[in-house]
């Protein structure tokens, strides 16, 4: 099932924080992040697993609300390379495949 | 060289043709996938092979299907395209460690007229 991104869009200046959301309504096993620029390919930002592992860039910051199956990326002191649109990916626990929100597309300007 | 590479990257075809879509790797990942992104819908996800002798439908496979000739290569066929299946492509693949990242080839953009 697909996740919920939210908010859709976030316009933001350089240096400034942002907080992108993803949600689901069944129990998460894992939350893949992935940045894509126009025109690219998505890249890998970051995995958070059930249990509290994460695996990832270190500069990189999210959460995983295992509760609530819903996780955070945190962009802070935001740099004009931010800007991109951001995909979160969900695994069901044991299915071994991820669903993809809608995206979260931000912008981050001078 | 690209890791993951796809062939071709643009193709306009009419419909009512068949298609191919090819992915290689050079990753040595037994995981291939295959989406579909059209604007403001994200990825879908088509077909994955967790091995040679081991491929699964996606959420949307209606109207494709796949091929897993080698570890190295996963290809997509659509056999009578349709205009709905405008739309940019992406292969990708993973480890088989449990939660691994993907990674994507360039992608493939594909218009049916």
């Known amino acids: 099932q697909q996740p919920v991104q939210s908010p859709q869009a976030v316009i933001l200046r350089e240096g400034e924080d942002a907080v992108i959301n993803c949600s689901s309504s069944?129990?998460?096993?894992?939350v893949h992040w992935y940045r894509q620029k126009h025109g690219e390919a998505p890249v890998f930002l970051m995995i958070?697993?059930?249990?509290?592992e994460q695996k990832g860039h270190e500069k990189i910051s999210a959460s995983f609300n295992e509760k609530k199956q819903q996780s955070s990326l945190y962009l802070t002191a935001s740099q004009l390379s931010y800007s991109g649109t951001y995909f979160c990916g969900t695994e069901e626990s044991g299915n071994n495949r991820l669903a993809f929100g809608k995206g979260n597309q931000v912008v981050v300007i001078p | 060289d690209a890791d993951v590479t796809q062939t071709p990257r643009n193709r306009i075809t009419k419909t009512g043709k068949r298609i191919m879509l090819e992915c290689s790797q050079t990753k040595g990942h037994d995981r291939m996938y295959w989406y579909r992104q059209d604007p403001g819908l994200g990825l879908r996800l088509i077909y994955y092979?967790?091995?040679?002798?081991?491929?699964n439908k996606g959420e949307i496979s209606d109207g494709y299907s796949v091929s897993r000739q080698a570890q190295a290569k996963f290809s997509l066929s659509l056999e009578s395209a349709i205009p709905n299946q405008t739309a940019l492509y992406f292969c990708a693949t993973s480890d088989s460690d449990r939660a691994s990242e993907q990674y994507f080839g360039p992608g493939t953009r594909l218009t049916v007229t």
């Open positions: 092979s967790f091995d040679v002798k081991d491929i």
């Open positions: 069944k129990a998460l096993y894992s």
């Open positions: 958070l697993l059930k249990g509290g």
